[in-house]
């Protein structure tokens, strides 16, 4: 079965680790537990930027990487000198505004810490003019009501000259469940405007309910994703 990764995603086969030193002592398995080497196998066709427009990844089949094993992480490709990301976190942040928006966010735990401490209100306006959800949409989608979201809404106006308003612990973590979502869902249909609407429209493989309603507690949002999942491989949902 051919697999192919979505937009700005590599697939990276792991190169085994050479387990004896130079003088042909055998290393235990913690020692081997740092990074290994990598070959990347196939790429994605590309980040897509506003208009849709899609730029090309600077990396190539064939390219030797550093690959870790547990996580996914930022790494430099030495032979083009530039950043690649493995996995889908810089897609989630570029839809809640990008690093302009959350700061120096190179991980999934920089990202994890920056919800703990409170996600700026600013991600959820972002979020709310990429998707062109109106503010029920955006409640429900939530678990919040209109009241709650106009309040923090007017939080973030209240605050702009002096601390930056934030969310909850609860509100950021649904509010990055949103907006790694919609990330996917952009990938799958490779159209930003479908895959918005997708979320709006009742789905046969979520028993006729919209993926909207769905989203704002963890069971609902594994569903959407698996279905998500069924349509980028062609299996009938």
């Known amino acids: ?39 990347v196998i196939t790429v994605g066709k590309g980040k897509i930027q506003e208009g849709g427009k899609v730029r090309p990844l600077g990396v190539k089949i064939g390219y030797g990487i550093p690959a870790g094993k547990r996580s996914e992480q930022a790494v430099k490709v030495k032979s083009v000198g530039i950043p690649v990301k493995i996995g889908a976190t810089e897609s989630a942040i570029d839809v809640m505004g990008g690093h302009s928006t959350l700061g120096t966010v190179k ?7 920056l919800i703990g401490k409170g996600l700026p209100v600013d991600v959820l306006e972002r979020i709310k003019k990429r998707s062109a959800l109106t503010d029920r949409e955006m409640s ?37 469940r949103l907006a790694r979502l919609m990330s996917i869902a952009e990938q ?45 491989h062609g299996v009938y949902s």
Request: net charge positive; proline share 5%.
């Open 1 to 39: 079965m051919k697999i192919r990764p979505l937009r700005d995603r590599i697939i990276v086969k792991r190169l085994e680790q050479e387990r004896k030193t130079a003088s042909g002592i055998a290393m235990p398995d913690t020692a081997a537990e740092k990074p290994g080497q990598g070959e």
């Open 107 to 113: 991980t999934v735990l920089d990202l994890s810490d």
């Open 140 to 176: 429900l989608s939530l678990g919040l009501s209109t009241k709650t979201l106009t309040r923090l809404r007017s939080r973030k106006r209240q605050k702009r000259k002096a601390q930056p308003a934030r969310l909850s612990l609860s509100q950021g973590d649904r509010l990055y």
């Open 188 to 232: 799958v249909f490779e159209d930003r405007g479908r895959a918005h609407e997708w979320f709006r429209q009742p789905q046969l493989g979520l028993g006729n309910r919209k993926p909207l309603e769905l989203i704002h507690t963890e069971v609902g949002a594994r569903e959407v994703e698996d279905l998500l999942g069924r349509i980028e």
